[in-house]
């Protein structure tokens, strides 16, 4: 099933680019055609992540109506992917674009809604692209509601502290309930040595405060943190149980059991 994903927090730090480049990688290992689209203007690190610091247009540019998507996509040089593929649509990181795309006023911001829906017909129709991952800036921004209203499935990640869990929840139940978008959470960075034993428990609590599909739970992996960015755990550590779950939640996506 052809969709477009977004992947959304409360706040940074919950560990969202990671996971939105690890399930984009894992789709395209299983030899699907998808796109990875940096729509945090405000951090923007994908292109630090995969390793791609040489692009001459960016997604800024696509919402600013100065370019096509076609030019913006770069294929990645993803290991293991099979006969799959991985391209990429990044973000300025300069800090005179961030602070241009911090500035766009709310009609600015519509016709950038219309260039995102767009993208149903351009790259999942015409060009058979088969999941399109939104890598959206955490919290309320313009540009992050953008993101929800395009997407067909909306992964929020969240982590066990206190003001994210807070947040996470009033976020889902206040705003999330308006867009009747097909919603997920992963709760990420946990530090219960006992997970295993606990999952169950787990996954009944994280429904009941967040009432919606529990898509994932990640505990925190040293390596994870360590890598700081210089891994996709997907492609460079494939046996890796974070690898692995990134793939469960993948299948999950697949089979639309969510």
């Known amino acids: ?145 953008n993101a929800i209203v395009s997407a067909d499935l909306v992964i929020v990640v969240t982590t066990s502290d206190r003001s994210d869990v807070n947040g996470t929840s009033r976020m889902l139940r206040e705003l999330y309930n308006l867009f009747e978008k097909k919603t997920g959470v992963v709760i990420n960075k946990i530090l219960d040595a006992n997970l295993d034993s606990k999952k169950e428990e787990l996954n009944k609590r994280a429904k009941e405060v967040y009432q919606v599909s529990l898509l994932g739970l990640v505990p925190c992996f040293c390596e994870v943190l360590k890598s700081q960015g210089n891994l996709i755990f997907v492609e460079d550590k494939p046996n890796h149980p974070f690898t692995k779950i990134m793939d469960e939640i993948a299948t999950r996506i697949e089979k639309n059991e969510i």
């Open 1 to 145: 099933m052809k969709s477009i994903i977004a992947v959304h927090s409360y706040k940074g730090g919950t560990g969202k680019t990671s996971l939105s480049v690890n399930l984009a990688a894992s789709l395209a290992k299983r030899g699907r055609k998808v796109a990875i689209l940096d729509l945090d203007f405000r951090a923007p690190s994908l292109f630090s992540i995969l390793k791609m610091e040489d692009s001459n247009l960016w997604i800024n540019d696509y919402l600013n109506g100065a370019s096509t998507i076609n030019k913006i996509l770069q294929e990645t040089n993803g290991k293991g992917l099979n006969k799959g593929k991985l391209f990429a649509g990044l973000a300025n990181p300069s800090t005179e674009a961030i602070r241009d795309m911090s500035a766009k006023d709310r009609k600015w911001e519509m016709r950038a809604l219309g260039r995102l829906l767009s993208l149903r017909n351009t790259l999942l129709k015409e060009q058979n692209f088969d999941f399109i991952v939104f890598d959206t800036s955490p919290g309320l921004q313009y540009s992050s509601i």
